[in-house]
T-cell receptor, first 112, second 115 residues
Framework: DAKTTQPPSMDCAEGRAANLPCNHSTISGNEYVYWYRQIHSQGPQYIIHGLKNNETNEMASLIITEDRKSSTLILPHATLRDTAVYYCIVRSMNNAGNMLTFGGGTRLMVKP | DAGITQSPRHKVTETGTPVTLRCHQTENHRYMYWYRQDPGHGLRLIHYSYGVKDTDKGEVSDGYSVSRSKTEDFLLTLESATSSQTSVYFC??????????????FGPGTRLTVL
């Protein structure tokens, strides 16, 4: 799976949009971009994933650049409960049984 | 959230004692996984299962065994616990569908302390 690079930490004001970037310049054509987060002491939580089109669900939006070398996770109205470590992961098809590898992630601090 | 429960949620035990952790799912997913999470190491795969009675080793399987006698339950056993197995253990599940990226969903974790 391709390597990802994320800033180690970011701050965001409560109620504002949180934009978390991820670089994955070596991504290949059949690899998806996944986002998870881990709130302190809890299990990793799946957020969203996408291949090349932008995706949105009830939690977040995922914007993938046209060349697919980077992406941005957007939390439209961050709350204090969104404070967590956010992980960007690139994963290929047919990966069942393979370990999910979390890098360093971005520690997002949502401040009042 | 995916229907995954882990029990116990916290356990303190002594070196040399056997310990069994349970993962239970209500999603009827084919794959189940056991990870451990330690500071500085991130998440590491211990064992996984791809069906009833079908299991395989992960990255850090020494000292651990698993069993899956029903689709919904995946047990992790430490035959003789050691202090190095003090960790937070997460269970995960995934559908295991061919031609998909197979999203993994995680349970709430079990914090195990071996004294």
């Amino acid at each position: 799976d391709a390597k990802t690079t994320q800033p180690p930490s970011m701050d965001c004001a409560e109620g504002r949009a949180a934009n978390l970037p991820c670089n994955h310049s070596t991504i290949s054509g059949n690899e998806y971009v996944y986002w998870y987060r881990q709130i302190h002491s809890q299990g990793p939580q799946y957020i969203i994933h996408g291949l090349k089109n932008n995706e949105t669900n009830e939690m977040a939006s995922l914007i993938i650049t046209e060349d697919r070398k980077s992406s941005t996770l957007i939390l439209p109205h961050a709350t204090l409960r969104d404070t967590a470590v956010y992980y960007c992961i690139v994963r290929s098809m047919n990966n069942a049984g393979n370990m999910l590898t979390f890098g360093g992630g971005t520690r997002l601090m949502v401040k009042p | 959230d995916a229907g995954i429960t882990q029990s116990p949620r916290h356990k303190v035990t002594e070196t040399g004692t056997p310990v069994t952790l349970r993962c239970h799912q209500t999603e009827n997913h084919r794959y189940m996984y056991w990870y451990r999470q330690d500071p500085g190491h991130g998440l590491r795969l211990i064992h996984y299962s791809y069906g009833v009675k079908d299991t395989d080793k992960g990255e850090v399987s020494d000292g651990y065994s698993v069993s899956r006698s029903k689709t919904e339950d995946f047990l992790l056993t430490l035959e003789s616990a050691t202090s190095s197995q003090t960790s937070v253990y997460f269970c995960a599940i995934s559908p295991g569908l061919a031609g998909s990226t197979d999203t993994q969903y995680f349970g709430p974790g079990t914090r195990l302390t071996v004294l």
